[in-house]
């Protein structure tokens, strides 16, 4: 496959003749603050045998030039052993020695090795992000996970600067204004998880120490980091008294010591996801640093972040997918473990289910839905398959159904199956038999007829309760129903709830039981009084749509904030917002829900999700012509939310930050003004930097904030969120000169960094400014081979997605994106996936709004 993809079967034919002893890699970054300099000089060395001996092969590398390629002593002509974006080398030898001398270049879109400089105090700051295939924009290297091998760092940087790797370094040498840093060789691990972080940034140093069963004590160092600037927020003791019980938790449930030897967390600047699983040198986005005052679902977020990296080091570090079609064996577990182990290292954070349930299955559901949807053991044809594939069936769904496993097999059972995965795959590779074959022997279950209806099918399932009663109201029969392209089998628990003396919706009983089939009899249900509700998949067992009956419908349209349990309750809201997705319950129904019932809403995580969807459901699913006064409705439930909250409250924050939302008429902005001037106050609400910004954004787009006000507002936060919000407050702005600008800005120049690019896109795209960018439909989807062919695929895949006129909920943005579908069947299979995904985002809101106008 030519260019910069790489195909499964290049992957697997370059696997069957090549095993790799180690590498070498020298970096040299002390060009890097100087912003003038575009690459840096990487050279490798790679020791690899053949088993063919005389064949050919290529190593992956995205370099500015090659400058030189020595194989076996014998040099080869860089020009033509170098094709832009592979090193290919031939006569081959059972054992081989390779030179690769390279000038790389220096990122600003997050791929490979990003650089950054701090407004603040111009420090100019390094990491690296390789997953899935960008190491090769760093090194030389065999971009694929089962070539794993040892790698040995060599990093020459500025002398004030620190630099870390996946291993502890073993010295570190002075000459002149650079310093040289040698770091111990890894343990063997895949190319994409190799790791390079450089600059003076602050750091915090602890250290962790455990006895082992074996008598022996495992020492671990540990540190956290951020940038200088941002050491004031920076709240070390947190986040490394989370990774200590992480620490603790895993050592007791994997019983197998964690093997590498540090344990660093970087927090950085501009990146591209949540988190990466570096062995021993884990990355994060910044943003978990908190400069200003958030909710504590955003500390709960951060420790399920933690505690999802940390168990990478076992399920994808210590034991690692063959190819990226198994990507699931390390991200779904991953995904699950960070909820599991909230709660079972006993962190303070008790509400990881009712998160997982409300929040990481909404993704799920989503994305399952789409037609591009894929089991979550994907057929993984390439490298641009496999960027699309870390979505929410790899993750969420995988998951919910891991955790439906643990209800299936034991969690006994499924925790012995781990230990001996790890014991008997210790650094190597595996596929899904490898797992499912040590899971049967641990449970005593046939788990291959599972996986196949779990693992190697798409789509969800919808249950739905069936109930009968005879003339005293007592049931006689209690059915579910299930509905779905493939009909699983479910281990759920169904809830039977009813008022107790105090008004609350409590359960009264309930009853566990394996679902197969189209139609299962709950026969333990039978003559029990009729509930006011039937909660199918009661405490969230397995991964479904629920649906209700009418008597129960009925019974959450009159008290769904009356739902005692706070598990219970999500589930309840989760359903009737896929209710309102699939145009099932009118928009303005759940709107009508969310207005009721969110001020009783105690779990602060499920109070954020439900604004967001509410915010949705005007935006999108609601008629247009009721569009306006479900906005006003929304606006006015938050100021009538924000008054009644406790003073300092997170609810109060919360609905703070869902009023800047909404805000549309003079009542509504003339507070947000008069917050931000300090002449109106709300009783405990601190209007701190990061929501004086969000206030400054919803003013913006209301067209109310003018230039001075806005450079104003940056000149006093002159730092890098300063900037990122300030761009989006200028792109946000209901002009046609600021779309133009805001467009031209991330078409026009490829030098944009990856956060100016979203946050003019987010600000760009606002869904009440649909007017001013209807015109801008017909070029999007011209210019989409364009920028697929020519940017890298992170910045792609932003500029598609974002720039989708998906606020243009009519018949003909419909026919424009189905136009192009038709039109352009053989553009790269992974533009069109995203291009179908967005279609089929608007053809659900059509359909919504149909429901709502009816």
């Not at 490979?112 to 701090?118: E, M």
């Not at 455990?210 to 004031?232: K, Q, V």
């Not at 620490?247 to 600047?269: R, S, T």
């Not at 641009?384 to 069936?393: H, V, Y």
Request: proline residues 4%.
């Amino acid at each position: 496959m030519p260019g910069k993809n790489l195909s499964r079967d290049e992957a697997q034919q370059r696997a069957s003749i090549l095993a790799v002893d180690g590498y070498q890699v020298q970096l040299d970054v002390t060009s890097a603050p100087d912003p003038a300099a575009a690459t840096f000089r990487s050279t490798t060395t790679l020791t690899f045998r053949c088993s063919e001996p005389g064949s050919s092969t290529f190593l992956d590398l995205l370099a500015s030039a090659v400058r030189a390629v020595t194989l076996n002593g014998r040099e080869l002509d860089p020009a033509t052993a170098f094709d832009g974006a592979r090193v290919h080398v031939d006569g081959l030898a059972a054992e081989n020695v390779l030179v690769v001398e390279a000038d790389c270049a220096y990122s600003r879109t997050g791929e490979g090795l990003h650089r950054f400089t701090d407004p603040v105090d111009h420090e100019t700051y390094l990491y690296t992000h390789y997953e899935p295939a960008d190491a090769r924009r760093v090194f030389a290297t065999f971009e694929q996970p089962d070539l794993k091998a040892p790698f040995t760092f060599t990093v020459t940087a500025p002398a004030a600067w620190d630099v870390w790797s996946n291993a502890v370094h073993e010295r570190v040498t002075a000459e002149g204004d650079a310093r040289t840093w040698e770091f111990a060789p890894t343990q063997p691990i895949s190319s994409y998880l190799t790791a390079v972080v450089a600059g003076p940034y602050h750091v915090v140093r602890d250290h962790y120490s455990r006895t082992l069963a074996d008598g022996s004590t495992l020492e671990i160092p540990l540190s956290a980091m951020c940038r200088r600037s941002l050491a004031p927020y920076f709240d070390a003791d947190e986040i490394l008294g989370v990774t200590k019980l992480g620490l603790d938790f895993f050592h007791e449930e994997f019983d197998y010591p964690y093997p590498f030897g540090k344990y660093d967390q970087a927090f950085v600047p501009e990146y591209n996801i949540g988190a990466m699983e570096n062995p021993g040198c884990v990355t994060f986005r910044e943003e978990f640093v908190f400069r200003s005052k958030v909710t504590d679902a955003a500390y709960e977020g951060r420790a399920n972040v933690i505690l999802h990296e940390m168990a990478h080091m076992w399920f994808g570090d210590l034991v690692t997918m063959r190819w990226w079609d198994d990507l699931w064996l390390k991200e779904s577990f991953a995904d699950f473990m960070g909820s599991y182990a909230l709660i079972g290292a006993r962190t303070r954070y008790s509400s990881a289910w009712i998160t997982f349930a409300n929040q990481r299955k909404a993704w799920a559901y989503r994305q399952d839905q789409f037609p591009t949807t894929h089991p979550i053991t994907a057929d993984i044809r390439d490298l641009e398959d496999a960027k699309l594939n870390f979505d929410g069936i790899t993750y969420a769904k995988g998951a919910a159904v891991l955790k439906q496993l643990v209800a299936y097999a034991g969690s006994d059972a499924f925790f012995e199956g781990a230990r001996r995965y790890f014991k008997a795959h210790a650094f190597g590779n595996t596929e899904l038999a490898d797992l499912l074959d040590i899971l049967e022997e641990t449970s005593g279950r046939d788990l291959k007829s599972w996986a196949a209806a779990w693992l190697q099918t798409a789509g969800v399932d919808s249950l739905t309760p069936q109930v009968t009663v005879d003339s005293e109201g007592r049931i006689t029969e209690l059915a579910v129903l299930q509905d779905g392209d493939v009909l699983r089998p479910h281990r759920i628990a169904v809830g039977l709830y009813d008022r107790d003396a105090d008004g609350a919706l409590v359960r009264t009983a309930r009853i566990e039981l394996d679902v197969t089939g189209a139609r299962t009899v709950v026969a333990e249900a039978v003559g029990r009084p009729r509930p006011a509700l039937v909660l199918l998949n009661d405490d969230d067992l397995t991964y479904c749509k629920i649906r209700f009956d009418a008597e129960s419908l009925e019974t959450l349209r009159a008290g769904l904030g009356d739902i005692q349990d706070d598990l219970a309750r999500a589930l309840s809201w989760s359903a009737v917002w896929n209710l309102t997705r699939d145009g099932l319950m009118p928009a303005r129904d759940y709107v009508a829900l969310v207005l009721r019932f969110a001020g009783q809403e105690s779990n602060i995580g499920v109070l954020q999700s439900l604004h967001q969807q509410a915010k949705g459901a005007v935006d999108l699913y609601a008629d247009p012509a009721w569009r306006g006064e479900g906005g006003r409705l929304l606006a006015d439930g938050a100021l009538r939310e924000l008054r009644a909250a406790a003073p300092g409250s997170d609810h109060q924050l919360a609905w703070a930050r869902f009023l800047a939302q909404t805000a549309n008429g003079s009542e509504h902005l003339g507070l947000v003004r008069g917050l931000l001037a300090g002449t109106a106050r709300i009783d405990g609400l601190d209007v701190d930097q990061e929501l004086r910004w969000s206030l400054w954004l919803t003013l913006a787009a209301a067209g109310q904030a003018s230039d001075e006000e806005l450079a104003g507002e940056l000149a006093a936060d002159n730092t890098a969120s300063g900037k990122r919000q300030y761009t989006q407050a200028l792109a946000a702005r209901p002009t046609p000169e600021a779309k133009a600008a805001a467009w031209s800005a991330v078409i026009d120049s490829e030098e944009l960094p990856n956060a100016l690019v979203e946050a003019n896109i987010a600000g760009f795209a606002l869904p009440g400014h649909r007017d001013l960018t209807a015109l801008y439909a017909a070029p999007y989807f011209k210019l989409l081979e364009r920028v697929w062919a020519d940017r890298t695929i992170e910045i792609a895949m932003r500029i598609v997605g974002g720039f989708f006129p998906r606020a243009q909920t009519s018949e003909q943005t419909l026919a424009e994106a189905d136009a192009w579908l038709d039109g352009n069947r053989g553009a790269a299979p992974a533009l069109r996936r995203l291009v179908l995904e967005c279609r089929d985002d608007l053809a659900r809101a059509l359909r919504a709004q149909a429901c709502d106008r009816a």
